[in-house]
């Protein structure tokens, strides 16, 4: 976006309504009326009230977004509206240019003050740059609030010598050298501002299609958030911390968040300073642990590498990431996104990403390394695009954070690790009981759990019983991974020894080591069709 697009007349401003300004808060990220600082801002400042979203085709990740989270989205918009509605106002959507809208607005409502919430990654700073200088033109005040992250990347960069942190444990240290974030601020009081709703305003029109029953909107974040509390209170109490990932349930009812903070309908300081302020008061006297918050940090952390860094998506120009020379492969990534690559709990995760647009995290590491250094060998950008269309908690940083983390492509001691995960016995380890495989492949439900990770050992009498024939109703499991040493060595990209042994360096690594819910790269393995990840007939 070039400066033409920013009108060069600049009205007069008289834009005032009864001794204070006309203000316009411009919802982005953040859609949520508590710990909302630039909106409480805009409340307590302003007689007069537009809220507004604007659908540019690039805001919120909605160019890349499938369905289910642009639904999400939707139901996010429609429960704002509501809130604002049941105060006598509405939130105002628009489509169109983000220039040609303010400017528009600005004219039209005599605005003098424009609000939002930060977006501190690099691909949103033309954009904001933009608005600012419109801004300037118009006469109108801009006030950004940084409530997205807990702690505002210029700190950070400031109190590191004005880089990134380059590693997790750095970035852990720094963030205590700056302090705790801070904590989250009052709900506004909408009774101090009037809104100007037209009657013929229109609602947001319902979709009727319902593929999963993941509910976007500040009001359903708030009521996980306190089922969520529970639970790592009840954790707390008895010594275990983060218990969602301790003790996975990939099958379980839809309770993350993820969606919620992604969009800001839940306030990620507020769900900071809940399971930190929880834990000291179950655990008195005893030092608060980071581990207790480690997903958050890692949020943290994969967006303050991305900054400054405008090809943090990308393993070309990216200053923090390793050029590997994965395979192209298009048959072999179409096979991995619908599902059909032979390897139930692969092709499962798969499923439900698509129908869904919601995996658990071990689900995500699992069918990500299988993606990339565990067996197919392709690159990590192919499946963030993946990601990107499917997920309704992916947005621009996490998702490539996780990319190259998973594909061993950056950060720090996962790039001397040679393990991933098996496809087939990693899965028996998560579905025991076959539940979440039967789910998402129905083809497959009548299938002894003996066979079902791995049906293509199933005699021919067991299929047809099953109602399931391996390459006709369901696929023969693909060739992947490496087939020899020289194809490993290939991939041998990082630093230190990677011949076979784990990473102590003293244990030789057999197949049924490989296979016991990790596996490991080794030119002693030679893989065939069907044998990804190494023979699992022990």
């Known amino acids: 976006m070039d400066s033409t ?50 659908f540019d085709g690039e805001v919120a990740g909605t160019r890349t977004a499938g369905y289910n989270r642009m639904r999400f989205l939707l139901e996010s918009l429609h429960d704002l ?19 040609t809208t303010l400017s528009n607005l600005f004219k039209e409502w005599s605005v003098s003050k424009l609000t939002f919430d930060a977006d501190v990654e690099a691909i949103w700073h033309e954009r904001d740059t933009q608005v600012r200088r419109l ?36 970035f852990n240290l720094v963030a205590t050298a700056v302090g705790d974030p801070p904590r989250p601020v009052d709900a506004p009081d909408l009774s101090k501002v009037t809104f100007n709703v037209k009657s013929d305003h229109e609602k947001f029109e319902e979709q009727n299609q319902r593929f999963n029953i993941w509910t976007g909107g500040e009001s359903k974040a708030l009521e996980l958030f306190q089922y969520r509390m529970k639970v790592e209170e009840m954790a707390f109490s008895c010594g275990n911390v983060m218990p969602n990932q301790a003790f996975p349930n990939i099958a379980g009812p839809p309770l993350s968040m993820s969606a919620h903070l992604r969009f800001g309908c839940l306030s990620i300081r507020k769900l900071y300073w809940g399971l930190r302020d929880a834990y000291l008061k179950l655990n008195p006297g ?66 439900q990403l698509k129908n869904e647009g919601w995996i658990h995290h071990v689900c995500r590491h699992a069918t990500s390394t299988f993606l990339t250094r565990g067996d197919l060998g392709l690159s990590w950008e192919d499946g963030l695009k993946v990601f990107d269309k499917y997920l309704i908690d992916a947005d621009w940083s996490v998702n490539a954070g996780n ?26 380890k998560m579905d025991s009981n ?18 079902l990770f791995e049906p293509w050992k199933a005699p021919r009498s067991v299929q047809e019983k099953a109602g399931c024939i391996i390459g006709v109703d369901y696929p023969e499991p ?16 990082l630093p230190g020894t990677h011949k076979g042994n784990c990473s102590s360096g003293n244990e030789e690594l057999s197949e ?27």
């Not at 801004?135 to 590191?160: A, G, M, R, T």
């Not at 009548?446 to 066979?451: C, K, Q």
């Open 512 to 538: 049924a080591i490989l296979c016991d819910g990790l596996m490991g790269m080794s030119p002693q393995m030679k893989r065939g069709p069907g044998r990804c990840g190494g023979d699992d007939s022990n």
């Open 478 to 493: 693909m060739h992947c991974g490496p087939a020899n040493s020289d194809e490993v060595s290939k991939f041998v990209w």
């Open 135 to 170: 801004c300037e033109k118009y006469n109108v005040e801009c006030v950004e609030k940084v409530s997205h992250v807990l702690w505002d990347p210029e700190e950070i960069l400031k109190n590191n010598g004005g880089t990134p942190p380059l590693t997790y444990s750095l």
């Open 5 to 54: 697009d920013i009108p060069s007349t600049i009205p007069v401003n008289e834009n005032i309504v009864n001794d204070k300004p006309v203000c316009i808060h411009w919802f982005r990220h953040g859609l949520r009326l508590h710990d909302n600082p630039a909106l409480l801002d805009a409340v307590e400042d302003c007689g007069e009230l537009y809220p507004i979203f604007i």
């Open 286 to 351: 005893k030092a608060f642990t980071v581990s207790a918050i480690g997903q958050l940090m890692w949020r943290e952390y994969f967006y303050m590498m991305s900054v400054n860094n405008k090809n943090y998506d990308k393993m070309e120009s990216n200053p923090i990431c390793l050029n590997i020379p994965w395979y192209e492969d298009k048959e072999k990534l179409r096979r991995w996104e619908q599902g059909e690559t032979g390897y139930p709990w692969i092709d499962a995760i798969m499923k």
């Open 434 to 451: 076959g539940v979440y495989v039967r789910r998402y492949l129905p083809v497959l439900k009548d299938m002894p759990i003996r066979y």
């Open 81 to 99: 509206d509501d809130h604002f509605s049941n105060e006598g106002g509405r939130l105002f959507v628009f489509t169109g240019n983000v220039l």
């Open 403 to 428: 990319w190259m983390w998973m594909s061993s492509s950056a950060f720090e001691k996962v790039l001397q690790c040679p393990k991933c995960f098996c496809p087939v016995r990693y899965g028996r």
